[in-house]
């Protein structure tokens, strides 16, 4: 749906400048000539829907695990499933929080200069596909 989205918008012509190496939508939707409201709608929906159901169950199954987890009979059996859970955990923070950055320089970081949001950006295509086999 994004892509059609971006496909129908009118951009304004003159120098269009995106703060990423890759098409992010929010600086493509701030070129748009065109009314974007479907364009915000649809991607607060996908941000709201995503982070909450993941976070959700995420919270759920973590809870669930813990719960099974602490119903273990020996102490050394409960470290080291514990071992494994933590390592899940941080395979999902290294991919949620390079995320979470982009978002925040994008929203807050309008001062910052061009460069900044360009390696941010690399930090977040680069950093979790290594850093995942090294969690695990």
């Known amino acids: 749906p994004i892509t059609l989205l971006t496909k129908e918008t009118q951009l304004c012509p003159g120098k269009i ?41 995420i919270v759920l199954s973590y809870t669930l695990i ?28 290294v991919f949620y929080i390079p995320v979470i950055g982009v978002s925040m320089i994008h929203r807050y970081g309008k001062h910052l200069p061009h460069i900044v949001h360009a390696l941010v950006a690399y930090v977040y295509l680069v950093v979790p596909p290594v850093l995942n086999p090294i969690v695990y």
Not at 71 to 92: D, F, K, M, W, Y
């Open 17 to 57: 400048l995106l703060s990423h190496s890759f098409c992010f939508h929010a600086d493509v939707m701030k070129k748009a000539c065109a009314d974007i409201t479907i364009n915000i709608l649809y991607g607060l929906y996908v941000v709201l829907s995503t982070a909450g159901i993941d976070s959700l169950l």
């Open 66 to 93: 813990l719960h099974t987890v602490m119903g273990l009979a020996s102490p050394r059996e409960r470290i080291r499933a514990l071992n494994t859970c933590i390592s899940h955990i941080l395979a999902v923070l």
